[in-house]
């Protein structure tokens, strides 16, 4: 982790398409830390489900990240990895990508929160 990093705190990660990670990038959330480990990954046509999902356990183990995005389109090709992550931080965020617009029925965190707020049916 650089000294910049441990000065200010923790980290967004994200795992998008191009125009996605280059917007964040953009944003200034890039960090190449001294092991050469970044923050994102930029899925391409060729990127295996397998490939995103060892990202995205990648992502969840590093102490220093405390938010990872991610491209609904990719969640969904990792959805029972994503539904499984029930812990607090790293939150894990959907967001829609250029291509794929954003679906809330198959958002891990609105579906968790659907069964807090709604009660459960009563058979009398």
């Not at 930029?42 to 990240?65: A, G, H, M, S, Y």
């Not at 389109?73 to 990508?97: F, G």
């Amino acid at each position: 982790m650089s000294s910049h990093t441990e000065d200010l705190g923790r980290l967004l990660a994200v795992i998008g398409d191009e125009d996605t990670c280059v917007g964040f990038l953009l944003g200034g959330i890039g960090e190449v830390d001294e092991d050469r480990e970044t923050n994102f990954m930029v899925v391409e046509r060729d990127t295996t489900p397998k490939q995103i999902e060892e990202c995205f356990k990648k992502f969840l183990r590093r102490p220093d990240i405390v938010i990872i995005l991610i491209n609904q389109v990719y969640a969904d090709m990792i959805r029972p990895t994503v539904d499984a992550h029930n812990l607090a931080v790293p939150t894990v965020l959907e967001i829609p990508s250029k291509q794929h617009p954003y679906d809330s029925s198959r958002d891990s965190i609105l579906k968790r929160a659907q069964r807090v707020i709604t009660p459960p049916e009563r058979h009398y």
